[in-house]
């Protein structure tokens, strides 16, 4: 509660994890290759400015994302995922993210049960021509994460010994 | 509960047939009163075999090994056991004319201190769904129900659920008998392994199993059974079936009532899409 009342970041799922002075969240993009990508790409070219805390992976589809890429981003930098595709409608492949849209619903609940907050993995749909909704998503989500503070759990390096 | 004598019978009569090269049943231990599976490979075996509501495992989980491959099998299933069956005739790992299945209309099996199951006291399907023959009187079918104990974690605080869920995974110890035991996981080479990464390769903490139980459970989601083969096997005795029975929950109440292993055909929640799905909490 101390720490609370100095006005620190604490992690929300175990307070007793101060965040160090000036800490920055770390958050992984896995983004689509045909929109998501292509949008996040066109917020560039059209000089829009976005909170340089997004590291971007880029997949083929939304459907490429296996849960366990956000297991795997969340136990060892991340302290939160974004994954974003096409529109519904709009896939490449004519139906993979609806299929990818059932896999996130299950993993962001899954995970919320085991004990992270929901916010911690976040999912959006971008489309190539939606620079400025870039932008907005992750000024979002980087905004939402900075409030949850450092994530702690299960992380690979401290059990490397 | 007891059809003993039925089944041998019936094994006894199959083998006389020649119907069969391989009958997968229960057998005592032979040191208390609870049964192992056991393989039974002729006619003068027959007396070894048991069936009585101490028959707890999952037989389906021998048709993925060698000791059946590409044999005439057959084998007792009851309604959980049918569900997973049902699964690997849907996936193409068994064919159903090598099989001969005894199903059990079933009351439910009790654990080693003598106490009714608890998927068995909130069971939807008691009576096998796929079979050649039924032993028993059938139920009628149950409604869905949310666990109780899922109630009360769910219900928790997210600091209360994260920590109970550190203690189950730190007393994990990493043997995968869950994955082994699990009659629906039968790749034979599985991604938790990780045999060319260090990073997780050989690793026995509670990260490491961490990565194991989630990706094993979100692999399992929508196709779990609720058979707690799992269980039966954890040596650390972990309530595993936390995790499946609240990936059950979330796809039955989202994904327009899916239930898997139903109905022969029915592929898992993944498999298939429907544009009513939500979409609320994607930005």
């Given amino acids: 509660m101390e720490a609370v009342a100095n006005n620190q970041l604490v992690s929300i799922e175990k307070p007793e994890i101060v965040a160090p002075p000036n800490w920055e969240p770390v958050i992984i993009g896995i983004l689509c290759n045909w929109c998501s990508y292509a949008g996040s790409d066109l917020t560039g070219t059209s000089r829009i400015q976005y ?15 296996d849960p366990w890429f956000l297991i795997k981003s969340l136990q060892t930098t991340a302290d939160g995922v974004l994954v974003s595709g096409c529109h519904p409608g709009d896939c490449h492949y004519i139906t993979g993210n609806y299929f990818a849209r059932r896999r996130f619903l299950v993993t962001k609940k899954l995970l919320s049960f085991v004990g992270f907050h929901e916010d911690r993995v976040q999912f959006s749909w971008v489309s190539a021509a939606e620079g400025p909704k870039f932008a907005k998503v992750v000024a979002k989500v980087t905004e939402d994460i900075k409030k949850l503070g450092p994530l702690h ?9 | 509960m007891d059809y003993t004598k039925q089944i041998q019978e019936i094994v006894a009569k199959l083998f006389a047939e020649d119907k069969i090269d391989v009958f997968a049943g229960y057998r005592m231990t032979g040191f208390d009163e609870n049964q192992v599976p056991v393989l039974i490979q002729s006619s003068g075996e027959v007396s070894r075999l048991v069936f009585n509501d101490k028959s707890v495992f999952n037989l389906c989980n021998y048709l993925k090994y060698d000791h059946t491959r590409n044999k005439r099998v057959g084998l007792v299933v009851k309604g959980c056991d049918s569900r997973s069956l049902n699964l690997l005739l849907t996936e193409g790992q068994v064919k159903r004319e090598r099989l001969y299945i005894v199903g059990i209309a079933c009351d439910g099996v009790v654990d080693e201190q003598g106490n009714k199951m608890q998927n068995c006291e909130e069971c939807m399907f008691p009576d096998a769904l796929v079979y050649d023959e039924l032993l028993g009187t059938q139920h009628p079918e149950g409604k869905y129900k949310v666990n109780s104990d899922i109630k009360e974690l769910a219900s928790k605080g997210l600091v209360e659920r994260r920590a109970y ?5 730190e007393s994990c110890i990493r043997c995968n008998a869950c994955r082994h035991s699990c009659p629906l996981c039968y790749c034979t080479k599985c991604c938790i392994d990780q045999e060319t990464s260090k990073l997780y390769n050989g690793a026995n903490n509670t990260s490491s199993a961490f990565h194991a139980l989630m990706t094993w459970s979100l692999h399992l989601a929508g196709r779990c059974v609720d058979c707690r083969n799992c269980e039966k096997a954890c040596p650390s005795h972990l309530p595993l079936h936390l995790l499946h029975k609240w990936n059950e929950r979330v796809i039955y109440e989202n994904f327009q009532e899916h239930l898997s292993g139903v109905k022969e055909g029915d592929r898992g929640a993944f498999y298939k899409y429907s544009l009513q799905d939500p979409d ?3 930005m």
């Fill in chain 2, 165 to 169: 869920f550190e203690e189950i995974f």
């Fill in chain 1, 51 to 65: 909170p340089p805390n997004i590291r971007i992976i880029r997949v083929p589809c939304s459907s490429r994302v």
């Fill in chain 1, 153 to 161: 759990l299960y992380k690979k390096e401290n059990f490397d010994k």
């Fill in chain 2, 280 to 282: 609320d909490f994607i």
